[in-house]
């Protein structure tokens, strides 16, 4: 059973920082995996898609990286600023079985201090 | 595009009533969730379906709960009868299913009081 965890479940840093979420899955036959943003009383936004075959997206200030064989995903967020502060998720799509799904990690809250 | 749809964005009732919830997807997707966001539990799936089919169903918690969608553009998340614990915040999504880059909508905040 596919397992998708995030640490830490919280991250306070100031402004300017650059920053790494994490994400790690427990089988590596993965379709593809989805950051996700959630703001408070929000739905969730998609920020970056990658797919199995690929290495890394990027779009503006963020980056993610997949590393299937290590069970890992990390989001690069480069100078971060007040307005980055929310919840961010990934979620894996699994290769087989119920295909078409995502599995979703408990998510980081990050909160970025002016 | 407008993006998914839900309606009600919130919605109060009382223990034992009906509640419908409504969603519309992206023009063009064939696949639409349905999902419940709590403090306690974080986000669940209840059902997802592909090509109007429901395709995995685990996740609805009770018979209180059902969900249809009669066609392309619209589904509907039931439950009768409501209790308190049923309140959370209900998401639709949608995708295409061969790339399954989900899309959210803002969600539907119940109360059952």
């Known amino acids: 059973k596919q397992e998708v965890t995030q640490i830490p479940a919280a991250l306070s840093v100031p402004e300017g920082e650059n920053l790494v979420l994490n994400c790690s899955f427990t089988d590596s036959a993965i379709y593809n995996l989805q950051w996700f943003r959630q703001d408070p009383g929000k739905g969730l936004t998609s920020l970056l898609l990658?797919?199995?075959?690929?290495r890394e997206q990027t779009s503006g200030r963020l980056n993610a990286s997949l590393d299937k064989s290590s069970g890992r995903s990390t989001l690069y967020i480069a100078a971060s600023q007040p307005g980055d502060s929310a919840t961010y998720l990934c979620?894996?799509?699994?290769?087989?079985?119920?295909?078409?799904?995502?599995?979703f990690g408990q998510g980081t809250t990050l909160q970025v201090k002016p | 595009d407008a993006g998914v749809i839900q309606s009600p964005r919130h919605e109060v009732t009382e223990m034992g009533q009906e509640v419908t919830l409504r969603c519309k997807p992206i023009s063009g997707h064939n696949s639409l969730f349905w999902y419940r966001q709590t403090m306690m539990r974080g986000l669940e799936l209840l059902i997802y379906f592909n090509n109007n089919v429901p395709i995995d169903d685990s996740g609805m918690p009770e018979d209180r709960f059902s969900a249809k969608m009669p066609n392309a553009s619209f589904s509907t998340l039931k439950i009768q009868p409501s209790e308190p614990r049923d309140s959370a915040v209900y998401f639709c999504a949608s995708s295409l299913w061969t790339v399954n880059e989900q899309y959210f909508g803002p969600g539907t905040r119940l109360t059952v009081t």
């Open positions: 979620a894996v799509g699994p290769l087989v079985g119920n295909t078409g799904k995502l599995i």
């Open positions: 990658i797919q199995s075959s690929q």
